[in-house]
């Protein structure tokens, strides 16, 4: 079955600063990578995804890449605010007809 | 839109005791989604339903666990007796026919089981 590896599992960056999660997906089959946001004691919630006919897909601070020959893609926030401040997850729906997460990443802005 | 609504948001219950979690899907969303979220394990999913029929079982952890979605509106999530270590946020996630990656959490039930 697909296997989603997500790092780091933790990142702390200074307000303002870009930061940059990367994820790394096994079954060349999967063809669509959302990317969900959980802030603490809430529901993930999708906050933008990728198709595998796409390389880059922007929507104003946050964008995502993908790269199938590598199998992997990333999501990148430019200019963080503290309230960017979450768990953020990957995911792949791929040939077995299911989404696959990543294990998270803890991100941090500080002031 | 009201979203995906899931009853209870919180339940303390007793080892021993039976469960049921219920879970409203987005109107006109046709497959629904059940995941178990804990520190150890991550979002793991339980089952999922396309048009109220079962596809995909295979990560309901055992006998003790079963799901039904007897019409488009409603699914529930049992667990026959509960354990301790059942203790978990459980979420309910739906998608729209063709783009069923694309999911969309209710805001789960905490269950706690003493």
């Known amino acids: 079955g697909e296997n989603v590896e997500q790092h780091p599992s933790t990142l702390s960056v200074q307000e303002g600063d870009s930061a940059v999660i990367k994820c790394t997906y096994s079954d060349s089959a999967s063809n669509y990578f959302p990317w969900y946001k959980q802030e603490l004691g809430k529901r993930p919630q999708l906050i933008i995804d990728?198709?595998?006919?796409?390389g880059e897909k922007k929507d104003q601070r946050i964008a995502v890449t993908l790269n199938k020959t590598a199998k992997h893609f990333s999501l990148h926030i430019t200019e963080t605010q503290p309230e960017d401040s979450a768990v953020y997850f990957c995911a792949a729906w791929g040939g077995g007809n299911k989404l696959t997460f990543g294990t998270g990443t803890q991100l941090k802005v500080e002031l | 839109d009201a979203g995906v609504i899931q009853s209870p948001r919180h339940e303390v219950t007793e080892m021993g005791q039976e469960v049921t979690l219920r879970c409203k899907p987005i109107?006109?969303?046709?497959?629904l989604f059940w995941y178990r979220q804990t520190m150890m394990r991550g979002l793991e999913l339980l089952i999922y339903f396309n048009n109220n029929v079962p596809i995909d079982d295979s990560g309901m952890p055992e006998d003790r666990f079963s799901a039904k979605m007897p019409n488009a509106s409603f699914s529930t999530l049992k667990i026959q007796p509960s354990e301790p270590r059942d203790s978990a946020v459980y979420f309910c996630a739906s998608s729209y026919p063709s783009r069923p990656g694309e999911q969309y959490f209710g805001p789960g039930t905490r269950l706690t089981v003493t």
């Open positions: 109107s006109g969303h046709d497959y």
């Open positions: 990728i198709r595998s006919n796409v």
